[in-house]
């Protein structure tokens, strides 16, 4: 099971991509497992050299009942402190955002892989919609038998 942010392709320059766990509850695993997730409008912050996921939205879990978690809190993500410091001065000294890009499960454990992104303008997003469109128009001429 796999969760991508389809979005962050389009609106930003991925330039290096980490690996991070998540620290989370009983019921938001459950809720995960079942495909309840959705990260489009979230993002990664460095507080106090620890990393944090906000506005990533994970449904109640049905069977949860008292338990239950709240749907958009503060997530702490998982790393080294030396990858966080690096990453820390170039958010602040470059320019960088710090996106989700893919939530899924190795060894039975979350992981989310952020990426280290810059932000696209409406010129640059145009550029990619026409490349596609020209890459796939490539694709359906080649099929053609003649």
Do not use: Q, W
């Not at 079942?34 to 106090?48: E, K, L, Q």
């Not at 820390?88 to 499960?105: A, C, N, S, V």
């Not at 992104?117 to 099929?143: F, M, P, V």
């Amino acid at each position: 099971m796999e969760i991508h942010n389809r979005k962050a392709k389009h609106d930003y320059f991925i330039e290096e991509e980490y690996e991070c766990g998540i620290v989370l509850t009983g019921t938001e695993i459950k809720s995960i497992r079942n495909g309840a997730c959705n990260f489009n409008d979230s993002y990664v912050i460095v507080r106090n050299r620890e990393l944090f996921i906000l506005n990533m939205y994970i449904g109640e879990y049905k069977e949860g009942n008292i338990f239950n978690h709240n749907e958009t809190r503060t997530r702490k993500l998982l790393m080294h402190k030396k990858e966080i410091i690096k990453l820390y001065d170039k958010i602040r000294l470059e320019g960088y955002t710090l996106i989700p890009l893919k939530l899924y499960f190795k060894n039975n454990k979350a992981k989310i892989l952020v990426g280290l992104c810059k932000g696209k303008k409406n010129y640059d997003k145009r550029e990619a919609i026409k490349e596609r469109d020209i890459k796939r128009t490539l694709e359906k001429a080649s099929k053609i038998k003649y």
